[in-house]
Every structure is written in structure tokens, then in C-alpha cells.
């Protein structure tokens, strides 16, 4: 089974970027769809970004600011958060399924410790 490990997250104003990586160990990387969910208190944890093989796949509150990519010499996949909002807020998890990607937390096997990123106005 893969590991995944977040790293990334901080504290930052409205407007900035950031980049979160997952680094995978233990399976072949690519036999896995990657996920970012995320999840802030009292609401439940919800779907930011998937991709498997070549597709990609983001909510509808993201699109257009956020950007999931992978490189597989490295076996880590990427979020680009650009125009960040404070309701972007919240502990950002990667998650992995095998096959094809889903966008339901449920149907992910593996789970990384999340990385907080919080958006100041």
C-alpha cells in the first residue's frame, strides 16, 4: 500500500499562492489516482482536485485558480493554490484510490496527515 506524506501549507494574505506536495512511497505511484480534499472545522471534508491517468478533475470553487500535477520520477503530486481566498482555509489532505479517481472521500483507500493553510484577509 502507498504512503503519502503533505507538506506545504503555511499562512498567507488573500491573493498569494501556494504549493502543496504529496510524496508517495511504497507502490508504484502510478498505478494510483491522487486526490486533494480538504477540510475546515465543522464542515465536512470536501473535494478540491483528482487526477488520474491524464485527467484532471476540480471543484467548481477552485477551477481556474488551483492546478494538480504529478511528477512521477519523484512520485509526488502537486497542488498550485494561485488567488487565494480566506474560504480557502482549511487542513488540505492527499489522498489515493486505485484505478480511476473519484471525487467522493470515501472511495479514496489512503490518506496523508493533511497540511493546514489558513488565508488571511
Known amino acids: 500500500q502507498v504512503q503519502l506524506v503533505e507538506s506545504g501549507g503555511g499562512l498567507v494574505q488573500a491573493g498569494d499562492s501556494l504549493r502543496l506536495s504529496c510524496a508517495a512511497s511504497?507502490?508504484?505511484?502510478?498505478?494510483?489516482?491522487m486526490g486533494w480534499f480538504r477540510q475546515s472545522p465543522g464542515k465536512e471534508r470536501e473535494f478540491v482536485a483528482a487526477?488520474?491517468?491524464?485527467?484532471?478533475r476540480y471543484a467548481d470553487s477552485v477551477k481556474g485558480r488551483f492546478t494538480i500535477s504529478r511528477d512521477i520520477a519523484k512520485s509526488t503530486v502537486y497542488l498550485q493554490m494561485n488567488s487565494l481566498k480566506p474560504e480557502d482555509t482549511a487542513v488540505y489532505y492527499c489522498?489515493?484510490?486505485?484505478?480511476?479517481?473519484?471525487?467522493?472521500?470515501?472511495?479514496?483507500?489512503?490518506w496523508g496527515q493533511g497540511t493546514q493553510v489558513t488565508v488571511s484577509a
Open positions: 489522498a489515493a484510490r486505485p484505478g480511476y479517481y473519484r471525487v467522493s472521500a470515501g472511495q479514496y483507500d489512503v
Open positions: 511504497g507502490r508504484t505511484f502510478s498505478d494510483y489516482a
Open positions: 487526477w488520474s491517468d491524464t485527467y484532471t
